[in-house]
Each structure stands twice: as C-alpha cells, then as structure tokens.
C-alpha cells in the first residue's frame, strides 16, 4: 500500500459527460502529480500541485482541469469527454522526508462510451 | 525526442534465474533521477528503486538492482533469482526538474513473463 488513495476506482460514463477524479497523497506529501495511461500514449504526465500551488503542465487537454486543496488533497476535472479519454488515470505524491520517489494511487479506471 | 528507451517490449526467464531489462535515457542535465515501477495486472504503480545521477553506488533494494552506467547513459534494471510474482509490466522514468517543477518521463515498458 502506497499510503496514496484515489476515488472512485472505476468509471464509466458517456460522451459529453464530465467527471470528477479524487486523491488524497501520501501523509507528509506536499507534491501531487496526475499521469494518464492509455494504451496508445503509454503513461504521460498531465500536471503537477505542490502545496496547493500548480508547478507544472505536461500534455494536459484544455477540457481537463485540476487542484489541490488546503487538505492537500487534489482533483483532477475532466469535461466535454470523449471516447479516447478512456484511460487509467494515476495520481502520486512525493516531498516527505526530501525524498524524490513518486508513489502512485492505484489509480482511476475511466471508460467513456 | 524520447527520452527513455526500453526496447524490450517483452521478456521470458525461468523461475529463480536472474533477468536484466533494459533502459537507457537521453538528457543534458547534469542532475536527474532515474526510477524503475513495476505494473502489475491489476494496474497499480510500484515503485522499486531510484538512482541519482550523482550517487557513487548502483542502487539496491532486496533482490532488484540498477545497473547504472553514467557514460552509456543506461540504467538497467537486474532483477535476482526471479519469482512467478515478478510477471509484470516494468516501467523506466526520469525525474525531470525545471524550477521548482518536476514530473516524470516514462519509457513505453517492457513486459517480464517468469517461467515456472
């Protein structure tokens, strides 16, 4: 167990939806970084929170926002979906003790039909 | 450009023998880290093990072990006396870091098949 939790852990909705993925990191963690995972992109990084601040975008969609609350903990938005937003979407945390390891949620099956 | 490169989009080994997968990396930074996960079919990340570019030593943790060669730019994976558990996906990344942002680039995997 990575200590990372992430709601729900299935999805499925239709086009044109929009959807709202949770994650609580790490106690101790002030970094969150969301990854998608798709069978044609492999795993990419869409954006990372670090104490309630964004710090960086990778190839994030405009339809997809995100943000880290006071708690820490983050959500990622996804609006507008479309069926190749099917994926698994990972949160992971990193920052307790200065260390650089990410430790990933065991992430968020979305299927849009 | 790819930046992590596992060219091994698959691998068989036998139960209890040793198995090396490959990863090599491409950047001009002089600090960066590099990470092996393991995904297993249940599609969780595991984290195994981080090198620094700076660390003197390979890194070890249990029986998983990087192979770090800083001038071939490769960092490979050595996993010892492998179980029927070690079937998994395993993932190369690289921690990049530009100011005060950081995130990881992931190679496209390489899948371990253990023999029993």
């Known amino acids: 167990d990575s200590g990372v939790t992430q709601t729900p852990k299935h999805l499925i909705t239709a086009t044109g939806q929009r959807v709202t993925l949770r994650c609580s990191p790490r106690s101790g963690d002030l970094s969150v970084y969301w990854y998608q995972q798709s069978l044609d992109q492999g795993l990419q990084f869409l954006i990372q929170y670090y104490n309630g601040e964004e710090r960086a975008k990778g190839n994030i969609l405009e339809r997809f926002s995100a943000q880290q609350f006071p708690d820490l903990h983050s959500e990622l938005n996804l609006s507008s979906l479309e069926l190749g937003d099917s994926a698994l979407y990972f949160c992971?945390?990193?920052?307790?003790?200065?260390?650089?390891?990410?430790?990933f949620g065991p992430g968020t099956r979305l299927t849009v039909t | 450009a790819q930046k992590i490169t596992q060219t091994q989009p698959g691998m068989f080994v036998q139960e209890k023998e040793a198995v090396t997968l490959d990863c090599t990396y491409d950047t001009s930074d002089p600090s960066y880290g590099l990470f092996w996960y393991k995904q297993p079919s249940s599609g969780e990340m595991i984290f195994l093990i981080y090198q620094g570019s700076y660390d003197q030593q390979n890194a070890t943790e249990g029986r998983y072990s990087l192979n770090f060669q800083k001038a071939r730019k490769s960092a490979n994976l050595v996993i010892s006396a492998s179980q029927l558990g070690d079937s998994a996906m395993y993932f190369c990344a690289m921690r990049e870091v530009q100011g005060g942002s950081e995130k990881l680039v992931f190679g496209k995997g390489t899948k371990l098949t253990v023999n029993p």
């Open positions: 992971a945390s990193s920052g307790r003790d200065n260390s650089y390891e990410q430790y």
